[in-house]
């Protein structure tokens, strides 16, 4: 009896195992993407269509409060 309780028990954690490896490769792979997607200049804001935002995410704020284009 209590060997069946063992296989039940071994098989939920190797199931746990395998479906937490399954999601942080899956988050691993969102967070890459997102992170070659800033550096390519896309925006995850806005993605880029100023009639939504406005186009203030194309401007870069100085440090005398004048904003200018980028």
């Not at 988050?27 to 550096?39: C, N």
């Not at 100023?50 to 194309?58: L, R, T, V």
Request: net charge positive; charged share 25%; glycine share 12%.
């Amino acid at each position: 009896m209590n060997l069946i309780f063992l296989e039940v028990e071994r098989r939920i954690i190797v199931g746990t195992i395998v479906v937490g490896a399954i999601l942080i490769v899956i988050v691993a792979l969102i967070i890459r993407s997102m992170i070659r997607d800033k550096k390519a200049g896309k925006s995850i804001h806005c993605g880029g269509e100023c009639k939504n935002c406005g186009g203030y995410c194309h401007q870069i704020k100085h440090t005398d409060g004048e904003r200018q284009d980028s």
